[in-house]
């Protein structure tokens, strides 16, 4: 018995089981439990289905379809995180300004005084805004910054991320970044954050996460300079999450739409 399959262009158009139990290292009989629709339940689990998506290189629309990230589209931290990316970088032209990936760093931490349950909800929205807008991410070895991209690795499996690179010393966070995001923190965050403003990066912090993010936040409140690069609007809005990780992602997703010196699609 063969199965068809359309839509990968490195698969012939039809494909036995014994290769299909190849490529995608299953079971035969796995395999033949599927096709048959004989097996109960179905194929969810995230290994099974990047094993799948990896050993018949699906495309992008199909491995969207599954829930996992599209694959070889991440640029998530300053510099590549496999030979395969090195290698595309020394080979591809320097990108411009119009088609280079937007650059955000994540800073923050779970300090005693921040909500966990919000910094959670924020670092699943933030990872799953980072797998499809496909930002280039700085942070440092420890954080909140890493949670977000130990997120993407876990439950969207972009094959292209086999580590993350935690940036020692804040300067190095925030320096090439055109967007500081903020979550929670302690004493380091601040200093991440004095430091963005003397740059003039723009700094989104969501005070319902607590720690230097909502001290920020009150603070900036008093002093406009402080959130200068921020509209009246979305600004209050920042206060005003009713979910804060949708709420607040979807403003940061404004935000950086809306920049001129952003790249967009």
């Given at each position: 018995?063969?199965?068809?399959?359309?839509?990968?262009?490195?698969?012939?158009?039809?494909?036995?089981?014994?290769?299909?139990?190849?490529?995608?290292?299953?079971?035969?009989?796995?395999?033949?439990?599927?096709?048959?629709?004989?097996?109960?339940?179905?194929?969810?689990?995230?290994?099974?289905?990047?094993?799948?998506?990896?050993?018949?290189?699906?495309?992008?629309?199909?491995?969207?379809?599954?829930?996992?990230?599209?694959?070889?589209?991440?640029?998530?931290?300053?510099?590549?995180?496999?030979p395969r990316q090195r290698?595309?970088?020394?080979?591809?032209?320097?990108?411009?300004?119009?088609?280079?990936?937007?650059?955000?760093?994540?800073?923050?931490?779970?300090a005693p005084d921040t909500?966990?349950?919000?910094?959670?909800?924020?670092?699943?929205?933030?990872?799953?805004?980072?797998?499809?807008?496909?930002?280039?991410?700085?942070?440092?070895?420890?954080?909140?910054?890493?949670?977000?991209?130990?997120?993407?690795?876990?439950?969207?499996?972009?094959?292209?991320?086999?580590?993350?690179?935690?940036?020692?010393?804040?300067?190095?966070?925030?320096?090439?970044?055109?967007?500081?995001?903020?979550?929670?923190?302690?004493?380091?965050?601040?200093?991440?954050?004095?430091?963005?403003?003397?740059?003039?990066?723009?700094?989104?912090?969501?005070?319902?996460?607590?720690?230097?993010?909502?001290?920020?936040?009150?603070?900036?409140?008093?002093?406009?300079?402080?959130?200068?690069?921020?509209?009246?609007?979305?600004?209050?809005?920042?206060?005003?999450?009713?979910?804060?990780?949708?709420?607040?992602?979807?403003?940061?997703?404004?935000?950086?739409?809306?920049?001129?010196?952003?790249?967009?699609?």
């Amino acid at each position: 018995m063969s199965v068809g399959f359309s839509g990968s262009s490195s698969i012939s158009s039809e494909c036995t089981q014994t290769q299909l139990a190849l490529l995608t290292q299953h079971d035969r009989s796995d395999i033949s439990n599927w096709v048959r629709g004989t097996r109960q339940g179905r194929v969810s689990d995230i290994e099974v289905l990047t094993r799948i998506a990896d050993g018949l290189q699906l495309p992008d629309q199909a491995r969207l379809l599954l829930g996992l990230a599209p694959a070889g589209s991440f640029a998530f931290s300053p510099n590549p995180t496999v030979p395969r990316q090195r290698a595309q970088l020394r080979d591809a032209e320097k990108p411009t300004a119009s088609t280079a990936p937007v650059h955000v760093a994540i800073c923050g931490s779970r300090a005693p005084d921040t909500d966990a349950g919000v910094i959670d909800a924020a670092v699943r929205c933030l990872a799953r805004l980072v797998m499809s807008r496909g930002y280039k991410v700085s942070h440092g070895p420890v954080g909140v910054g890493i949670e977000v991209m130990t997120y993407i690795a876990d439950q969207y499996r972009p094959p292209d991320i086999s580590r993350a690179l935690g940036l020692f010393g804040h300067r190095n966070v925030i320096q090439d970044a055109q967007f500081v995001i903020v979550l929670g923190g302690g004493t380091g965050t601040q200093t991440e954050i004095d430091l963005a403003l003397s740059m003039g990066k723009p700094v989104i912090a969501l005070p319902a996460s607590g720690g230097t993010a909502r001290r920020f936040y009150h603070q900036a409140a008093r002093d406009h300079r402080l959130r200068a690069s921020l509209d009246e609007e979305r600004f209050a809005a920042l206060n005003a999450c009713a979910d804060p990780g949708e709420d607040f992602v979807r403003i940061v997703e404004q935000l950086i739409s809306n920049d001129p010196g952003a790249a967009n699609d």
